[in-house]
Structure formats: structure tokens, C-alpha cells
């Protein structure tokens, strides 16, 4: 039985009361009720219990369907009979209480579910429903780590029991599957980037797991209105004019793709795609040259130079477009992300043209490609442009990432 059309972020006091109106909700496999969670209680043996109950709700939804848990809502129901709802009784402390399982679960889950989404709800006086929605694993199973005890569970039906080896087995050959078909999606955008006559390039690819449920609405005007507001240009506007080109850029000239890579080059210099199954590709010219050579000059016995902010700051801000899109439209936020760099043969990276150049080798190689990373709800874009600015370095044979954006703290990663 699915949960409620109605999204939980639009709940009401209102619609608490239709729980128990005749006839009264009942719990399913995706949603169940809980009258409290002591898990603030002053009880050691009633906190611990309350603690291993939490995180068995958890993972167990998360290892099955997904689903919902509301508590304070009180149930009841008859022997051989799924439990109903029979009266809103709210909790106090709610944000403490919400507090708490935030920090039980990232503490006490192997792997923790996709991002949990909390609603609170003020029923009368200081009490409150808290509905805790639980996306389900679309990656990897999340195994309860608490008091030296390691086990897996699922929710079936309305019990949340012990899984089975077998089971085990095959929902982890189901999420290799998954990750599989990433990965081949990936492969498939980096054999297509390569063969673009946008040449020498940067690139960032990102692939949502679980891409049949992460449909995006490709709208134009949306599309362009997230590009206008990303979080990464607001948090740093003010180097919008250094000439960079970032998604931002061509967010005038945006016209998103439905049915795979678009070959169209925007302001002849880059491709901007973002597909309805939550793929996002970015892809943009680096503008080289030596004092003489001409941009686009790809001559292979001719030395090159490359601005490193030139390929730091596409990917950067690739990465912000694509936390930005899955926060945007709720889609799942594990996702293989992927960035190199294209026909850098004989190319020597430089720190800019403001900075002196640095003692920095010639890439021999034609391709610079950085590692695939599978991201979990929890990804953040700095952390993640630090990963491949470390493997850049590398390529570099530089001890550390050559003059990262000033906004970025290497040291703190």
C-alpha cells in the first residue's frame, strides 16, 4: 500500500485528525505509528531499548521500500489484523527528539539511508507529531551497528525481522546491478565527450543511482532559474565576472536534453545537458596558448598552458549544479560523479594569469581522468573537489593541489 499522495511536507494538524477519522489509517509496510520514542528518557534500560528500537525502524524501512514513521500517533488493532491508528497523543521535546535520531542513525548504520526528511507538526499545547520519512537503500544495505551487535533487517508487512543470508545475497546483486548500469552510463558519456569537436576540454559528468525514480521535470526557465541561483554563485558572486566558464555562463543559452548528449555547442564552447533521469553533464573549452598560439590550437609538437582555475572551476561548480538539482526536485542523492580532462597533450598547467607559473611538468598524456566517486546523501561538493584536485596534483608531480580557488581550505579539506 503506498503512503499518503498527500507529500508530508505539506501536512497540516488537519491532516493528523483524518488519521483517525472512521475508518482509521493502517499501518502497512511503509508506514508505521509510534506512540513515543523514548529515546530521551531518564530510564537507562527504557533509553537503550527505545535506542535499538529506533534504528531497527530505520533500517529495516530503509532496507525494504521505504516508508514513513509517525510518532505519536498511538495504535491499536486485533489479533491477525494490521494495527490502525486510534489517537493523536504528540510528543514533547520534539527537536531534541529529532536531534537524537539524527545523530543514532549516522552513528549506529553501517550505511546510512538515503537523506531522512523530518516534518514536525504542532498538534496542542508542546505536543507534536514527528513523521521521519525513510527513503529506501537504492546502493548498498544499511546494517544496525549498536552495542557490538551487527545485524541486518527488513520490514515486511508490518514487522521488521532479521534478514536472511539469501536475502542478503540477493539485495546486494540487486544494488550491483544498479551501480553497474552507472557506471555504463558514465562510460557512455565519456566515449561521446571524447569524440566532441570541443577540444582541449574539461568535463563533469554526474549519474543519479536509482535513475528510473529520479525523473527531473526539464523545464527551460527552471532549469535556468537554479543555474541563476545556484548556491555556489551566491556564496561566491563575486568572481562571476572573472570570465570562467561555469554552468552560470550559458544558463541564457540552456537547452536541456531528454534522450542523451547533445552535440550542440553553446557560445561554441561548451555543452550544458541535464536529462530528465537526473543525469547532469558539463562539459566546457579550456582556452589554451603560450603568448603566440591561438585558442583552439591543438597542433600536438606545441606547447600549451591551461589556467588551473580554468579546469578547477567548471567542476567546482558542476558539482554544486547537481547537489543543487537533487535538492531542487527531492531526487535521490547517491550518485556516481565523474570529471577529466580531455586532449591535454603537451600541455602545461598554469597557476593564472595573475599569479606566477609554477614549476609544473607537460602532460604527455591525452587525457587526464579522474576517478569515478559513488557519493552518498551525505556528499559535499568541496570535499569531493578536493579528491580530484589531490589527483590532478598527482599528474603534476605536485606535493599538493596547485592553487586551489582562495575560497577553498586545503588544509581543511
Known amino acids: 500500500m503506498p503512503l499518503p499522495s498527500k507529500p508530508f511536507a505539506d501536512w497540516t494538524k488537519e491532516d493528523l485528525g483524518d488519521l483517525i477519522a472512521d475508518p482509521p489509517a493502517v499501518e502497512t509496510a511503509r508506514l508505521d505509528f509510534k506512540a513515543d520514542c523514548k529515546v ?3 530510564d537507562k534500560k527504557e533509553k537503550e531499548k527505545a535506542r ?43 527537536e531534541r527528539l529529532k536531534q537524537t535520531i539524527k545523530d543514532l542513525v549516522n552513528t549506529h548504520l ?48 508490518t514487522d521488521n525481522r532479521f534478514m536472511t543470508t539469501d536475502e542478503i545475497e540477493y539485495k546486494f546483486g540487486q544494488f550491483a546491478k544498479v551501480r553497474d548500469s552507472a557506471s555504463d552510463e558514465l562510460e557512455k558519456i565519456r566515449s561521446q565527450l571524447q569524440r566532441s569537436e570541443i577540444r582541449p ?17 526539464v523545464h527551460v526557465r527552471g532549469m535556468r ?39 550542440r555547442k553553446y557560445k ?23 603568448g603566440s598560439e591561438r585558442l583552439g ?8 598552458e591551461v589556467a588551473v582555475l580554468w579546469i578547477y572551476e567548471p567542476i567546482l561548480s558542476g558539482l554544486h549544479l547537481l547537489a543543487d538539482i537533487q535538492d531542487r526536485f527531492s531526487i535521490g542523492k547517491v550518485a556516481l560523479v565523474q570529471a577529466g580532462l580531455i586532449d591535454v597533450q ?4 598554469v597557476r593564472d594569469d595573475r599569479y606566477d607559473n609554477f614549476d609544473a611538468p607537460i602532460l604527455q598524456d591525452r587525457e587526464v581522468i579522474l576517478d569515478a566517486i559513488l557519493l552518498d546523501e551525505h556528499w559535499n561538493p568541496k570535499k569531493i573537489f578536493l579528491e580530484w584536485a589531490t589527483q590532478l596534483a598527482n599528474e603534476l608531480e605536485q606535493e599538493e593541489p596547485p592553487l586551489c580557488p582562495p575560497w577553498i581550505d586545503v588544509q581543511k579539506g
Not at 297 to 304: Q, S, Y
Request: aromatic share 6%.
Open 40 to 42: 530521551l528518557s531518564e
Open 52 to 94: 535499538r528500537d529506533i534504528l531497527v525502524d530505520v533500517s529495516a524501512m530503509a532496507n525494504g521500500a521505504g516508508g514513513a514513521l509517525l510518532i505519536g500517533v498511538r495504535q491499536s488493532g486485533k489479533p491477525g489484523a494490521p494495527p490502525f491508528a486510534e489517537k493523536i497523543e504528540g510528543v514533547e521535546d520534539v
Open 110 to 157: 553501517d550505511v546510512r539511508p538515503g537523506s531522512l526528511e523530518y516534518r514536525v507538526i504542532l498538534y496542542e499545547d508542546d505536543l507534536s507529531v514527528l513523521i521521519v520519512e525513510v527513503p529506501a537503500n537504492t546502493y548498498c544495505l544499511s546494517m544496525i551497528t549498536h552495542n557490538q551487535c551487527n545485524q541486518f533487517r527488513i520490514r515486511r508487512g
Open 201 to 217: 576540454m574539461v568535463w563533469f559528468a554526474g549519474v543519479p543511482i536509482g535513475r528510473a525514480r529520479d525523473h527531473v521535470p
Open 225 to 263: 532559474d537554479i543555474l541563476k541561483k545556484s548556491s555556489y554563485f551566491i556564496k561566491h558572486g563575486d568572481r562571476r565576472s572573472r570570465g570562467c566558464h561555469t554552468p552560470f555562463t550559458f544558463a541564457d543559452a540552456l537547452a536541456p536534453s531528454i534522450r542523451g548528449l547533445m552535440t
Open 268 to 290: 561554441n564552447s561548451s555543452i550544458l545537458e541535464i536529462r530528465r533521469d537526473g543525469v547532469v553533464v558539463f562539459g566546457t573549452q579550456l582556452p589554451v596558448g603560450n
Open 297 to 304: 590550437n591543438t597542433h600536438p609538437k606545441v606547447e600549451r
Open 346 to 349: 603537451n600541455t602545461r598547467i
